[in-house]
């Protein structure tokens, strides 16, 4: 049988083709070495792309690099397929399926797209990793030199991926590793001799104590030539932290903040250490930024640990259907102070002691100090605060050149900004740093973290830097009245106690309104939060929630609860989002499965016995009625002003918020609008009453956003600066 050949000139020039192709197949591992696993998935889909003309190329990524599965689709111009990644997933099913069992060559007409030829390639020996799917409408797809091309291009892709996995795991090990040396670093010789100079040598022997949990203002010790055990004692017995060995210092973020010791400090190996009493600490910090850095970052990484290992010096016995007991451990976690949360829900034996103690349910949480010294029945947070040692380095009889009252991020930029400025400032918080926002899961939009931050992460960052400066913090006060007769000014606190300032910053922020339809009141700590952090996602697992409100932190919340919940219902009273809500979550909501927006809504009923159990809504504009079971209701709709102890004091406008500078009103009104006393005008964000000036959402016209608030808080220095100097 005579054999036919190809015009040898076409002949050629596909070889040639095929030659060029798979020299450029082969050199992409150079190109993506180092890449990530996506990076070269859509690499190499691109170049195939091009290289066979095809309509489509599609691939998938497993989860074997412990992220969710990847999907990439790519698409011709011209082609006839108008899908998206997910439709192409769904169409290609049973056929992928197959395939993976080794039973697929090659399909026609998947794709409900007339002509089209598909041929897939998995990726890894047996397509654990992923799998790629090429389509096409050409005559004759796929030929023999592109079904080599492909599977070249599979088999180097795959070893490209397995590299990229392993070296994500060494970038995991090393990130792990990192982690570790810089909670607990080795000081060189040059760099403890730089800090010699604040401290002061002496002796240690075997057995002694350095101190004990429990007790203020204990020194920062650098280990010359001594070994030290970092032990925990609790009612059962020690529990071991780490070994300090020379080289090393003692601390943890309550040292620079003048707070209680959690953990016991016992020599193993006597020599020398170097001293640092607190105030010398605060000075080496604030002279020598590189110690500084190193100082700081450790012990911030080792308050997290005790948190993440609940190594703190308190207990809390509680009930997760307990409003009070989700209060405390709330305070306790928004205030980054390391405790252990027993559940009586889910431990007969503590739920049977306490039973045979006649400990009422009224009494539940109880507050147990790892000694076993101080047991608290569900004590108030003002309470735990001050019997934990919170407040022990507020002096209540002196004279502050600046009290700020509120810890949100404008408080927070006021107190970093005035104490590194040499002002004596006071921070007074009713309850935990970082005020509303504090309760944000992830803030996206603020300079400086493209991955977002959260607002405990923030605020908790914001108040060491504070400290580090020496501004102190008074946590779980509230002030109830303010007496502005004469200079200083006074502050009362709801405990009787009385503060006095040359000047203040108002940074108390604003709380979210009730919808007046139903009484929140009845299920408030018992499925009604106001705030969605970790802590509240945990118990939202598996579940139904609603969200009520259209700003950015109900955004936030409905995304964030979104990832612990089965579904998330976000009720907004307007007809959309876009005058209310950044477009980055706008988008973030539309294309998330797990959240229904229904605008026009707004809730009518909730039912429940001791706790909530169903919620119900109306669309206002059609007037349907719809109902669903759920447990947790979040309320962020609206704001009102915590300005509730200024009226009469200074100037607000209709809603309570303050007003300011340029704001402040011509005509005195008796009741609002108290008479301006000084011969010059008001600064920008002075108050109606010299030297009070307001920042943040409390004070009116302000742009509600995380950023704004700490530019004013930061301005607001320059001011109280020079209301000093009138004094």
């Known amino acids: 049988m005579e054999v036919q050949f190809e015009d040898p000139a076409q002949e050629i020039k596909r070889l040639r083709r095929c030659i060029n192709d798979l020299t450029s197949l082969l050199a992409l591992p150079a190109i ?3 890449s990530e696993p996506t990076q070269i998935v859509q690499t190499l889909l691109d170049v195939l792309f091009r290289m066979l003309s095809l309509d489509f190329a599609y691939a998938r990524l497993s989860d074997a690099f412990g992220v969710m599965p990847v999907e990439i689709l790519r698409v011709a111009e011209d082609s006839k397929i108008n899908l998206s990644a997910e439709e192409v997933r769904n169409m290609l099913g049973d056929p992928l399926a197959a395939y993976a069992q080794g039973s697929l060559p090659q399909i026609r007409n998947q794709l409900a797209v007339e002509g089209i030829a598909i041929v897939p390639a998995q990726l890894g020996v047996h397509g654990e990793i992923g799998v790629i799917v090429l389509g096409s409408n050409r005559t004759g797809f796929p030929e023999k030199t592109e079904s080599l091309l492909l599977s ?22 090393s990130a792990e590793l990192n982690t570790e040396n810089q909670m607990w670093p080795v000081l060189t010789e040059a760099e403890i001799d730089r800090a010699r100079p604040y401290g002061r040598v002496r002796r240690v022997e075997i057995g002694e104590i350095l101190y004990r949990p429990g007790e203020v203002g204990r020194p920062c010790f650098i280990l010359l030539s001594v070994s030290l055990e970092i032990v925990q004692p609790t009612i059962s017995g020690e529990r071991l932290v780490t070994i300090l060995r020379p080289g090393m210092f003692t601390g943890e973020a309550g040292s620079i903040a003048g707070q209680r010791t959690v953990v016991q400090a016992r020599v193993i190996q006597a020599g020398e250490i170097l001293e640092v009493r607190p105030e010398d600490l605060r000075t080496l910090v604030a002279h020598d930024a590189s110690l500084s850095e190193i100082l700081l970052r450790a012990f911030m990484l080792r308050r997290l640990m005790l948190i993440d290992r609940q190594l703190g010096n308190v207990v809390v016995i509680g009930s997760r259907h307990s409003a009070d007991t989700l209060h405390l451990r709330e305070f306790l976690s928004r205030n ?37 010294t101080m047991v608290l029945r569900n004590p108030s947070t003002s309470l735990l605060a001050d019997s934990l040692g919170l407040n022990d380095n507020i002096d209540n009889s002196s004279l502050h050149d600046l009290i700020i009252v509120g810890a949100g991020p404008a408080g927070l930029a006021a107190a970093v900004y005035a104490a590194s400025e040499g002002i004596d400032a006071l921070v007074i918080e009713s309850h935990a740093p970082g005020g509303q926002a504090g309760s944000s899961s992830k803030i996206e939009n603020y300079l400086g973290f493209p991955t977002g931050v959260s607002g405990q992460e923030l605020a908790t960052s914001a108040t060491k830097q504070a400290q580090k400066f020496g501004a102190k913090m008074a946590l779980a006060r509230a002030i109830v009245q303010l007496r502005c007769q004469h200079r200083p000014y006074e502050l009362v606190m709801n405990d009787g106690t009385v503060f006095f300032a040359r000047t203040i910053v108002i940074a108390t922020g604003a709380y979210y309104k009730k919808p007046t339809a139903v009484n929140l009141d009845r299920f408030v700590g018992h499925g009604i939060h106001y705030g969605a952090t970790f802590l509240e996602a945990q118990l939202c697992e598996g579940e139904e929630v609603i969200v009520v409100g259209g700003g950015n932190s109900a955004g936030q919340a409905a995304v964030f609860l979104s990832q612990h919940a089965r579904k998330v219902y976000m009720l907004v009273r307007a007809a959309t989002l876009s005058e209310t809500m950044s477009h980055y979550l706008i988008a973030r909501i539309s294309g998330n499965p797990s959240i229904e927006l229904l605008c026009n809504s707004e809730v009518t009923d909730l039912g429940g016995e001791n706790a909530l159990e169903k919620v119900s809504w109306v669309n206002k504009l059609n007037g349907e009625v719809r109902s669903v079971k759920a447990h947790h209701l979040f309320i962020m709709a609206g704001a009102s002003p915590n300005t509730s102890w200024l009226r009469g004091r200074v100037a607000l406008d209709d809603k309570g918020f303050i007003l300011t500078g340029r ?19 008001p600064f920008m964000l002075e108050s109606s009453l010299p030297g009070v000036f307001a920042v943040g959402d409390v004070r009116a016209g302000s742009v509600k956003r995380v950023a704004s608030a700490v530019g004013e808080g930061a301005i607001s220095v320059s001011m109280v600066h020079r209301a000093l100097a009138e004094l």
């Open 152 to 173: 070249v291009a599979a088999n180097e892709a795959s070893i490209g991926l397995q590299e990229a996995r392993l070296l994500s795991e060494q970038k995991r090990i």
């Open 336 to 372: 980054g102070h390391p405790f252990s949360y027993i559940d009586l829900d889910m431990d007969d034996a503590y739920r049977n002691l306490l039973d045979r103690f006649g400990i009422a349910v009224s009494e539940i949480p109880i507050v147990i100090g790892n000694d076993g």
């Open 32 to 34: 993506w070495r180092g």
């Open 663 to 681: 704001d402040l009103p011509p005509v005195v009104d008796p009741d609002r609008s108290p008479l301006w006393p000084l011969s010059r005008p």
